[in-house]
């Protein structure tokens, strides 16, 4: 089979399937030279009938398959994160319920994992910081209830009632106290979500960083790590080495991650990624390899993929999950291209056909012949030629 693919410039080129794909990466069991959780997505009901702003409809059966299949390459599970479109299709009473089920299953079958905290069921932004602390407080009781490590995420709440640095420090100071275990603090920057521009109390970048690193510092054994998602790998290099011993650092860079994962004779990032959930295999199996410290394949490995992740990721970032969802579907691990919140028409045709087209020249297609079937039928609907 050749396909015709759409390109961005409105032309065709054509493209050859290649024969053999990920099936060829075994499973295996967890890193141990580095900690590595995959933000995983949800696997919409397609059959539901829901609107754009209605309750997600979740086909459990394939979200909670998608999770096994994650944590069988050894990788830990990042649950109810942005890659899950919390606040973009996704609302606190489908996260809650996401958490509950997900941890079940990860109890039953030995997986790691970590859940997301908000203040997601504030639909509106909150006129105190009262009523944020306490819808925080609703999902982290959630989380420790189920048994999972806390991710503590950024607030969109919290954003619009915070009124500086000293805002931040009091919230988080409050949550740390009452936490029954250390957290992840997660720092999102406004790519990922544009209400989360001034967090921290302050648009400049280092200012905002000292009083990251305050909250931090404020609460010693209270942090399990931090999770930076700001896309530039200068300034994580430099928060990575000011941070306390015993913090980890968990890249959120899915510009940048081999490098930051793989780190230099000062350190490393930890993963926390929502690329390493189409790259699951793959990722682990590079991570495995660095275990025997064996930086330069592990780069092998990985340095290839990097090109699709700038892809998925490109600008508006948010939008990166349509990819995500996108790749699930060409690899099988669900029946349909449909996503909550209808964001699967999010990104262009041209968009998905250059995934497409990258992830297959990586080989991530467990059944390549699939993979192609469905690109073909999803180019016919848009009146694409084979």
């Known amino acids: 089979m050749t396909l015709r693919l759409p390109a961005a410039d409105g032309t065709l080129r054509s493209h050859e399937p290649r024969r053999d794909g990920s099936a060829r990466v075994a499973g295996g069991a967890p890193p141990v030279s580095r900690t590595v959780l995959a933000a995983a997505h949800v696997v919409a009901d397609p059959y539901a009938d829901t609107t754009p702003d209605g309750p997600a409809a979740v086909d459990w059966d394939a979200t909670l398959a998608f999770r096994r299949h994650l944590w069988a390459h050894g990788l830990g599970v990042a649950e109810a994160m942005d890659t899950a479109q919390r606040g973009m299709g996704l609302d606190w009473a489908g996260a809650a319920e996401l958490i509950r089920r997900s941890t079940a299953e990860a109890r039953a079958v030995g997986g790691r994992i970590a859940c997301g905290t908000g203040t997601d069921q504030l639909t509106r932004p909150a006129a105190d910081l009262a009523t944020v602390r306490a819808a925080y407080e609703e999902q982290l009781a959630l989380v420790e209830e189920c048994g999972a490590r806390a991710i503590l995420m950024a607030s969109r709440a919290l954003a619009a009632a915070a009124r500086g640095p000293e805002d931040y420090l009091d919230v988080y100071g409050h949550l740390l106290r009452q936490a029954s275990e250390p957290v ?115 780069r092998r490995l990985l340095d290839p993929t990097v090109e699709l992740s700038r892809h998925l990721f490109r600008a508006p970032t948010r939008f990166y999950k349509t990819g995500v969802v996108f790749l699930a579907w060409l690899s099988g691990h669900q029946s349909h291209f449909t996503m909550v919140g209808g964001l699967q028409s999010a990104r262009s045709l041209p968009h998905l056909a250059r995934a497409y087209e990258l992830a297959d020249g990586l080989g991530l297609f467990p059944d390549p012949d699939l993979a192609a079937a469905r690109m073909a039928s999803l180019l016919a609907v848009h009146g694409g030629v084979r």
């Not at 990575?240 to 980890?248: K, M, Q, Y």
């Open 184 to 298: 992840v603090l997660h720092w999102l920057g406004p790519m990922f979500d544009p209400a989360l521009e001034n967090y921290w109390g302050s648009r400049d970048l280092d200012a905002a960083t000292g009083t990251f690193l305050e909250v931090i510092a404020e609460h010693p054994g209270k942090v399990d790590g931090v999770k930076i998602s700001l896309l530039d790998a200068r300034r994580e290099v430099d928060l990575r080495r000011r941070l306390p011993r015993g913090v980890r650092c968990y890249t959120g860079d899915d510009f940048h991650f081999p490098e930051l994962i793989a780190g230099d004779d000062q350190g490393f990032s930890h993963a926390l990624l929502g690329i390493f959930d189409p790259l699951g295999p793959l990722a682990a199996h590079a991570v495995r390899v660095l275990d025997t410290g064996d930086t330069r394949a592990f």
